[in-house]
Structures are given as C-alpha cells and as structure tokens.
C-alpha cells in the first residue's frame, strides 16, 4: 500500500469512528431529551412503601437504617389540613436499575396515573395521562437487553405496554389494531374479545413471560378468576396467538421468576375451568363435582414448541396442596398461601403462610421459604410468626423486607435469612403498607 492510500485508509477509519461517535451522542441526547433524569440513586438494600396517614397515602424509601426519604407532596397541599386535598400513592415498584420509583396515584386528577420519582431529587413526574385509572408498572424480564423500556400495567380491565421514556402506552391484551388507553373508547374494539370474555371479564394481573413474548396473567371471572399464559404474535395464518387457559380458583395471586420463564400461582379454593372438564371419576352421585385439592402452590413452565401456530406450552406442577383429611387420614388445619415472592436466582418462594378461620376470614400464621421446585412443600422451612404479610427479596436474596402487624398498625420490617433476626424499620403513627426492596446490587456484585 502506497503512503496515499494508507493515508486515505487512516482518515476513512478515524471518518467512521467521528460518525459512530456522532451517531452514540444523538442517540443519548434525542433519549436525553425524552427522559432527562439521569441522576443515579444508590438505593442498595432501601424499601420503597406507601405511608399511610389519616386520608393521605404516600411513597416513602427507607434507608437500611430505617430513616425515611419521603416523596414530595403536590403543589397546593398543606400538611396541617391534609383533608383539604388528599391523595392517595398506590403500589409501588422500582426501575429495573434501582435509580427510579413507579407508583400510581390521584395526585392530580380524579383517576389514577402513573409517577415517578427519583429520591435523589425533589420532584414527582407524571409519566401518564387519562381519563382511566392505570396501575403501577411492572417492568422485566431481568436478561432483557433494556427492561426498563417496557413495562407492564392495566386500565380499565385490559392489559398495556407502557414505555416510560416515551410516556406511551400499547394494548396487548386482549390484541386488538386499536389503543383503547389512548382513545378512551369503551366496549368491543378486537376480533378476539368475545373469546377472552369467554374466559373471563376482566384482567386483574399481569406480568411478561421470558423475552416478553408471552403474558402470565390472571382474569376475574364469575364466582372466581383464572390464570392464564398468553402467547404474542400470530400464527400461520396471521391470526393473534389464542390465550391458554391453565388453572382457576376463588382467588388467584402469582408472581414471576427474574427470567421470566416460570409463573408461581397461589390458589385458594380449587375450581375446574369449565364444567367439562370434570374427570368422571370426580362425579358424585349427585352430578355434583369434588376437587382433587381446595388450596395450593403451582408452578406453571413455559415449554417451547416446534409448533408455529403454538409456539408456546406450559408444564404444570404441584409444590404444595391442601385438601380436606380423607377417611383414616389425621385432620391437617385449613391453610393457604398468600403473597408469593421468588427470590432474584429463581430457586425458592417466601409465601405468608394462612389458617383459614372462616368463609372469608385468614389468620396469618407467618411467612416460610419453600423450594421452587416441584413437591417443594415437603422441604418448606418456616421463617418467622406472627400477623405478617407482603415479603420482598433484597437483591442478593440474603435478606427478605415484610410487614408486621405492632398495635394495630402495619410497620416495616426486614429479616435477616441467615439467621433469622429481624430488624422494625417503621415507628410511629403511620401505617405502611406494600414494602418492595430495590433491585440494586452493591457496586462490588454488579
């Protein structure tokens, strides 16, 4: 090569790397200018809550000392008459980088938008708008390449893709060509709605499979709500992917693995999808049916298949049941399990652990750690006692924060799991509810 043409070459490759350079710069400047917040929040072992005071609920970040960072109030509020405009923070959730909390709120409007707030400035953002109330965002799975740009909520009985940079929103259940969260419309707008009606009325949960390319969701139904996994795309023919009813119950509450590849569903009160699927030998007499089970644990595994039109199955499995003593079988206590949390590596469930006193009457008896895996009810490990609810892992999963019931009022707790001591964050007059531990890592572990 001639000294010109390695002079030609040079300036070529340093050409292609000013534009790459450019290229980088405008890409953060243009998302800069979307979503200005870039001030990192070092919130390692904090626990956002909501603060509940007379009419007024509020985020507050605990440190792990317990002292209180608390979200700044609206413009117009005065601490001495909170009567005069109250508002209420719903359930909370962090950004996937711990840096940001999410919650939902009336600050301004008479239904329920969304907010953000990075305790490490003064202010609340709206990251929402309409006239439907809409929930806390729920963002993942953890091995997305960015999870924070999609997060998961519901409005108005449907659920929404919500990209908190670009403040929009996409319906994704049940699919229709349409935003209904946009336009406010009402009723039918989708092919597909008469087959989710089918199921059930209305979504109440919702949270993305592995690779969001399926939903793990529950939907209210008559006299009780059904769980169900729902492939994204289309199939051979161009057709939406048709929603897979798994299992139903009076109540139903789930949670996810970091991976997205597995559900956990706490079910309490067993029932059969429809009534033509009763086993004939689960037949009385009388026409009536009985329930193999009446409370559970399961675990619910995505299984991808070769099959285009049904890309995706899922593998039901038992971790723990209860079901009432049969003949010469000693009498166990009525219990269920409540408020399922996986821990960050997917490998166990802290669940609250329930005496059923009445129809609609619980008494927790405490929270216990079991395998998830399935039968991972016989190696349970009972962590702690008492009326407790809602645990959260830390990010390491060597520490679960929950609440305790002291006086009559819900206070902060953590629990160390190692050796079980237990540290009161929360003091005081308030009432706190809904504790989630930041996802963050120590610098060290990242």
């Known amino acids: 090569m001639s000294p010109t043409q390695q002079k030609l070459a ?12 450019l290229f980088a710069g405008w890409n953060w400047f243009t998302d800069f200018l979307k ?11 904090h626990v956002a809550a909501i603060r509940t005071v007379g009419s007024v609920s509020q985020v507050v ?23 005069d405009k109250p508002f209420n923070d719903q359930s909370v959730s ?35 708008t309409g006239s439907r109330s809409q929930t806390t965002p729920l963002f993942g799975p953890q091995n997305l390449a960015d999870p924070s740009r999609s997060g998961m909520i519901l409005s108005g009985g449907f659920v929404f893709r919500y990209d908190p940079k670009e403040t929009v929103t996409e319906q994704v259940l049940p699919p229709v060509m349409k935003n209904r969260l946009a336009s406010g419309e009402e009723g039918a707008t989708g092919p597909l709605d008469q087959l989710y009606r089918d199921i059930g009325s209305s979504f109440k949960d ?17 006299l009780g709500e059904i769980f169900i996994m729902n492939p994204l795309g289309r199939d051979s023919q161009g057709m939406f992917l048709r929603p897979r009813p798994v299992i139903a119950g009076r109540t139903i509450q789930m949670a996810v693995t970091p991976d997205g590849t597995t559900a956990v569903v706490s079910l309490r009160g067993f029932q059969y999808i429809s009534p033509d699927q009763i086993p004939e030998d689960m037949r009385n007499r009388d026409g009536t049916a009985r329930n193999p089970w009446e409370h559970g644990l399961i675990r619910v595994i995505l299984k991808p298949t070769s099959e285009k039109d049904r890309p995706l199955d899922v593998q039901v499995e038992p971790i723990a049941l209860w079901r009432p003593a049969q003949e010469e079988e000693q009498e ?7 408020d399922p949390a996986i821990s960050p590596d997917g490998t166990a469930i802290a669940v609250v652990v329930a005496r059923v006193l009445g129809p609609n009457q619980l008494q927790p008896q405490g929270i216990a750690l079991v395998p998830n895996v399935s039968g991972g009810g016989t190696q349970t490990r009972f962590l702690l006692s008492g009326e407790v609810s809602s ?14 019931r002291v006086n009559g009022r819900g206070h902060v707790f953590i629990v160390n799991l190692s050796n079980g001591t237990e540290r009161q964050l929360t003091r005081g007059e308030a009432d706190y509810s809904r504790p989630v531990m930041s996802p963050q890592l120590p610098a060290a572990s990242q």
Do not use: C, H
Not at 391 to 404: E, H, M, N, Q, V
């Open 206 to 222: 919702a949270q993305w499979g592995a690779d969001q390319t399926s939903v793990f969701a529950v939907m209210r139904r008559d």
């Open 391 to 404: 645990p959260s892992w830390s990010a390491d999963g060597k520490s679960l924060s929950f609440i305790r």
């Open 94 to 128: 962090w950004a996937p980088n711990g840096f940001q909390v999410f919650f939902s709120s009336n600050r301004s409007s008479p239904s329920f938008n969304i907010y953000r707030w990075n305790p490490a400035r003064k202010d609340v953002e709206q990251r929402s």
């Open 35 to 45: 979503d200005p917040d870039t001030v990192r929040f070092e919130s390692v072992d």
């Open 61 to 83: 970040v605990l440190k792990p000392n317990g002292e209180e960072i608390l979200s700044p109030v609206p413009d117009g509020f005065d601490p001495a008459k909170p009567e």
């Open 10 to 21: 040079i300036r070529l490759v340093v050409g292609l790397f000013a534009i790459a350079i």
């Open 332 to 338: 166990v206590p009525e219990t269920v399990f409540l």
